[in-house]
């Protein structure tokens, strides 16, 4: 069952994340068992990376970062947000966060280098409801080509 349904809990990050609920997002705990919650647990780490690095945090970005990518490899090939592979979701994800990250330290060409790659693959996900990736790249990689306040990117 947890390979279908443990997915669906990961959209309360999302949310934060569109709604610019940074404090909320950096305050959300970690699942207890991992290992069931392994999806979520990424999702989460995720989320706390794009919350440091729109607050210029950096450091605690990359270091959400790397434990994202340590979450990611406890998740199973036969995980599943309806029609999608959770680890088809975590390769947007992952872009996504290092996107954010590099622009934040000023590497821009490496910011929508990550961003566009998130895009594409954002772009090869199944169409599903809910949408397997629901904070979509492009807003992103707009705002930070326009130079725009970091408060609007959400």
């Known amino acids: 069952m947890a390979d279908w349904l443990e997915a669906f809990l990961s959209l309360r990050v999302h949310v934060y994340v569109r709604f610019g609920k940074w404090d ?11 290992k069931i919650y392994c999806f979520n647990t990424a999702i989460t780490h995720y989320g706390h990376g794009i919350a440091y690095a729109v ?9 959400a970062f790397r434990q994202f990518e340590e979450a990611v490899k406890l998740v199973g ?14 390769n947007v994800a992952r872009e996504m966060l ?8 000023g590497n821009v060409d490496v910011a929508f ?9 954002e772009d090869h ?5 809910p949408w397997g ?3 979509f790249p492009l807003p992103s990689c707009n705002f930070c080509l326009s130079g725009a306040d970091d408060s609007v990117l959400y």
């Open 98 to 105: 290092k996107g954010e990250i590099e622009y934040r330290k």
């Open 77 to 90: 090939e036969t995980r599943n947000m309806m029609n999608n592979k959770c680890s088809d979701i975590l």
């Open 133 to 135: 990736w629901s904070t």
């Open 55 to 63: 607050l210029k945090h950096t450091e605690l970005a990359d270091e």
């Open 24 to 34: 909320e997002l950096i305050a959300l705990p970690l699942p207890t068992d991992t």
């Open 125 to 129: 996900l199944p169409y599903d409801e």
């Open 113 to 121: 280098e990550a961003l566009r790659n998130a895009s594409g693959l």
